[in-house]
């Protein structure tokens, strides 16, 4: 018996096996991708999305294995093993340009790689089908914080094409980020030290899921209040969409009227959620409560939902620590250790005590980020932090006591419990010194890619 799966299969085999006899754009193919697009469009009709791809070498349909696949589509199956694509996914709402595009993509003869391949066809402006690389070994913490702020342009950009966005790609970014942050938390804290000026809504709205995450694995939350975490706090700035650049980039004053259309932005954000399939009530209460403040003196009032949720309170903490460090129009940038400053004089009226203290714990005494100068002069830069132990930062030393570059890694790890004689570098130290925490982070991020894929080149 022939299943619609195996209708979509041979269609597509079809289709990459006629790119060998006829032109793009020729009647037989635009045929066979049209009889595709209906079958595809028709199978995902009652899903968020459907997928095939390869696990373990063997074909998949929907997690279905599919029978004799070596023998019944080869032209598919050699597209997707020279690509090295793991799945390709097809998302409610898809069009059929869309679908031609990532079949002339498959079968084109440039090396591209299937994340290449996925971002490629994301610039042509193709949004509801997804590319997925087979992953050899465990993904770089820099290609996940990537492909999060992927995901949220996508967000972002059917928002203002006026689709509402599917959820299948937040979930499944969300559940990477939450994977890796249970195994290495200190790599994807450094990760958020990455600001964009240019791209700070994108980065901004990544960095504060990531810290939300790591706040609730402190606070022990289950994996299912980790990913409804994630996923609020990745989407918490969602109604920010409605909000003009023009006011929340302003460098004077906000007028009245501007004042209100910002603080419009967690209701707006929550009833654009509310129409996204496939997200958690508590998602959508994140969303609504990040600017409630622990003692209700935030936005909204809480007249609709007397409590907050304690994971709209993480969320709280991980934006304003973000905001804080990032800099901004009308502020400069605070280093972690002043930011931190900052927040601990606002607990018991905009934070939480709780939460606040699970976020003391994450960052440390000296916080990932923080500059120290030593009595040899050298300049060090904490890149990591003990946060399940004793809470010791290790540095790295950047420059020597002459200013230059130290160009070989050397690292120490600081034990708190002894006797240091350090001082932490001001603000003011350290634009002397020419010293831009992001771009160590990002130059440290770009090593690591380049270092794995010459060991796996």
């Not at 998949?60 to 032209?75: C, G, S, T």
């Not at 079949?103 to 066809?121: G, H, I, P, V, W």
């Not at 509402?164 to 994977?179: A, C, K, L, Q, Y």
């Not at 399939?277 to 622990?294: K, S």
Request: hydrophobic share 40%; with cysteine.
């Amino acid at each position: 018996m022939t299943t619609k799966s195996d209708i979509i299969l041979q269609n597509i085999n079809g289709a990459l096996k006629n790119k060998k006899l006829y032109p793009s754009g020729h009647i037989v193919l635009d045929t066979i991708i049209s009889k595709t697009y209906r079958a595809i469009t028709e199978y995902i009709s009652g899903e968020e999305s459907a997928f095939f791809g390869m696990i373990e070498e063997e074909m998949v349909f929907d997690d279905i294995p599919v029978m004799d696949a070596n023998d019944r589509f080869p032209e598919l199956l050699g597209c997707l093993k020279k690509k090295n694509v793991e799945a390709i996914i097809f998302e409610k709402g898809f069009s059929e340009e869309e679908l031609k595009n990532v079949l002339n993509t498959l079968y084109s003869d440039q090396k591209t790689t299937a994340l290449e391949m996925d971002r490629l066809l994301r610039a042509k402006g193709v949004k509801r089908i997804k590319i997925r690389a087979i992953v050899k070994g465990e993904r770089l913490t820099i290609e996940i914080y990537d492909d999060a702020i992927e995901v949220m342009h996508s967000v972002m950009g059917d928002l203002r094409m006026g689709k509402i966005p599917n959820s299948s790609g937040i979930r499944e970014i969300v559940t990477e980020m939450t994977d890796t942050i249970l195994t290495d938390p200190s790599s994807i804290i450094g990760l958020t030290m990455i600001k964009d000026y240019d791209d700070y809504l994108y980065t901004h709205c990544v960095n504060v899921g990531l810290l939300s995450v790591s706040i609730g694995k402190i606070m022990e939350l289950d994996k299912t209040d980790l990913t409804n975490l994630g996923i609020g706090g990745l989407l918490h700035d969602l109604g920010k969409i409605a909000v003009s650049e023009d006011i929340y980039k302003k460098t004077s004053a906000l007028s009245g009227g501007e004042w209100e259309k910002l603080k419009a932005h967690p209701i707006v954000g929550s009833d654009i959620a509310k129409r996204m399939e496939g997200l958690d009530e508590a998602v959508i209460r994140v969303i609504y409560e990040h600017h409630m403040r622990y003692d209700n003196s935030g936005y909204p009032k809480a007249d609709i939902y007397t409590k907050p949720l304690a994971i709209g309170q993480i969320v709280c903490v991980a934006d304003a620590y973000d905001a804080l460090t990032t800099l901004r129009v009308y502020q400069r940038r605070h280093l972690p250790i002043e930011a931190v400053k900052i927040m601990n004089g606002l607990v018991n009226s905009h934070f939480h005590p709780g939460v606040f203290s699970a976020f003391i714990k994450l960052l440390g005494v000296y916080p990932i980020g923080t500059l120290m100068q030593f009595p040899d002069g050298n300049v060090g830069i904490v890149t990591a932090v003990d946060a399940a132990g004793s809470g010791d930062p290790t540095v790295r030393l950047i420059l020597d006591d002459k200013g230059r570059e130290i160009d070989h890694e050397e690292e120490i790890t600081l034990d708190l419990n002894a006797e240091h004689n350090f001082s932490v570098l001001s603000p003011e130290n350290t634009i002397s010194k020419k010293i831009n925490i992001s771009n160590f982070f990002k130059d440290e991020a770009s090593k690591e890619k380049e270092a794995t894929e010459e060991t796996t080149g």
